[in-house]
């Protein structure tokens, strides 16, 4: 019988050391310090001549002092224009009358796309050449709004293909694999066109934008994409956009920023009752730009603050380390309003 009961201790006394729950782990402590607004800030009017038009819509760069920004233009070797860390030139080659989007890896490794047109441009360090007949089969015209990529073999262009002979059109995703080019066959993309493309590293998924123009408006939806299939996970008729900040993807929708959590948006910031427009352009979640209605605005991880008052809403912007560029269009022409920071 004390065997008996020994034995009931010692497993009572096994069961209790054991089972007990182990302490709360308390989350890692956010380290990240809010990015400074002590700027100074500089405006470059892009032109040509006094009577020329032209409407830059996107910027990129490899350095504050190679920077390259397209768009449309009356004549169209007047669509790409170059910074040298002094000023702002004309690449005088006759490329397209109505470029969308540039994206680079390194000075001598840079695309860019008409909308509409068929083809893509390459910079090489030295020359842009064109890569034509970009079409997808039955469809003659064709619309490339976006490029990303993670690399020189793993290039994505996005947008539209057209046939305006019967009035259909669908969307299309292009992949450059560096050697190939490959349209990827997509369901679902009657009268769809994809605006934006961005990859989470975190979670490995694409994600992208697009319009449908079905019933006359133009609602706006996200997808994700694994590389062959895509699935509608968002839509609205509110301006939708969508960012990287350190590989990690960031969808604005009316005044509200969303992340992809466990396999879903949620909020992770909602700037109602503030001036925030649209778009995330940053260095951290606490160091980012965005329009707002007056102008451009800075998140510090606590307050919207306008930094830069303006009536040129930008469409684009490159950040670096102590430089940011703006590019956008107002009723005076093109502007890049660059903002160096004070150390």
Not at 18 to 36: E, I, L
Not at 62 to 73: K, R
Not at 148 to 165: K, Q, R, V
Not at 215 to 226: A, C, H, M, N, V
């Amino acid at each position: 019988m004390k065997a008996i009961s020994f034995i009931f201790l010692l497993i009572l006394l096994v069961c209790t050391t054991s089972c007990k729950k182990s302490p709360p782990v308390a989350p890692p402590v956010d380290t990240t310090q809010p990015g400074s607004r002590n700027y100074t800030w500089t405006v470059d009017t892009i032109r040509q001549g006094p009577y020329d038009f032209i409407d830059l819509i996107s910027i990129w760069g490899s350095s504050p002092s190679d920077v390259w920004a397209v768009g449309g233009a009356d004549v169209s070797y007047n669509t790409i224009w170059h910074y040298d860390g002094t000023g702002w030139s004309r690449d005088s080659v006759f490329a397209a009358g109505n470029l969308q989007t540039v994206y680079g890896f390194a000075p001598d490794n840079i695309w860019a796309a008409s909308s509409p047109g068929d083809g893509a441009f390459h910079f090489n360090g030295s020359n842009w050449t064109t890569i034509g007949n970009l079409v997808l089969p039955g469809y003659p015209v064709s619309y490339l709004n976006d490029i990303w990529g993670d690399g020189p073999t793993n290039i994505y262009f996005i947008g539209a293909a057209a046939n305006p002979s019967n009035n259909t059109a669908e969307g299309v995703i292009l992949h450059f694999d560096g050697q190939n080019w490959t349209f990827v066959p997509v369901s679902n993309t009657n009268q769809l066109s994809f605006i934006r493309i961005r990859k989470d590293t975190q979670s490995n998924v694409y994600f992208l934008e697009g319009w449908n123009f079905n019933g006359g408006d133009d609602i706006s939806s996200i997808f994700t994409f694994d590389g062959q299939n895509i699935k509608q996970i968002y839509q609205t008729m509110d301006l939708t956009t969508i960012h990287t900040i350190n590989g990690k993807v960031y969808i604005t929708s009316g005044k509200k920023v969303y992340t992809f959590v466990n396999n879903q948006l949620q909020v992770w910031k909602d700037f109602s009752g503030t001036l925030f427009a649209d778009e995330t352009w940053g260095r951290s979640e606490k160091d980012f730009f965005c329009v707002s209605t007056d102008g451009i605005s800075h998140y510090n991880g606590t307050d919207l603050k306008t930094l830069f008052p303006t009536t040129t809403l930008p469409s684009s912007a490159v950040i670096f380390p102590n430089d940011v560029f703006f590019v956008g269009y107002g009723s005076g022409g093109s502007i890049v309003i660059h903002g160096i920071l004070n150390k």
